[in-house]
């Protein structure tokens, strides 16, 4: 059985639903229980097995009740995703301390209490998966997004410490860091229509990523197939991590095009 957080919309969702059609049974977790009703509906006219949970992940006491409810639902967890993430925009100097302390704890609180007490169901067990949805703004960090880069830098160092002390009962810790990915996320962090296109065009592929793209790598992360692999956050992103002097030269293009405008 999967439990799925952030499963709402967008990757969330995406994974939900992309583990339903492997055959799991999923619990889908989150915030706003009608649009996890969406989700499991997804699932379920599909002919899969799927049950909606509200959960706040950054309240220990919700979390201790989601994971029991979770588990006299279907019995065990083998799957836990880390999906829900949240951010606020706006410069580092005028951010208020309780925004910084809500997307930290719903960003790097939320997987810890969750992989807590899941991980403490998989350590009986000896057995389990863990998977922590990161961003590429661990590894490269992006202005005016508040909290967002520190709460996902310390999701992939939760990721390794999680891996290398629960090893030795047979849990794997694995993450993934998207880049620009179509979600309703990405939609609200890039609302101007001219900034998204130019957030598009800094990728090397020239186009966001789908949430089903990432639900495929997230599949293969949590099978049998990657048996060897654990701490490490493996980016998904059409190159943007590497896009420097792609960068650099669509600038000099932009330059080029508007020589003779001035």
Known sequence: ???????????GRAIAVRYARAGAKVVAGGPHLETLKQTTKMIQDEGGEACPLRVDVSRSEEVRDFTSKALRKYGKIDILVNNAGIFTLGPIENLAERDWDKVINVNLKGPFLCSKMIGRHMIERRNGVILNVSSISAQIPEPHLGAYTPSKA?????????ALEWAKYGIRVVGISPGPIRTPMHEREYSEEKLREARHKAVPLGRPGEPEEIASLAEFLVSDEAGFITGQTVIADGGSAISMFHTIRLLKEYATKNKDRR
Do not use: D, Y
């Open 154 to 162: 310390g999701l992939v160092g939760l990721t390794a410490l999680l």
């Open 1 to 11: 059985m999967s439990v799925v957080t952030g499963a709402g919309s967008g990757i």
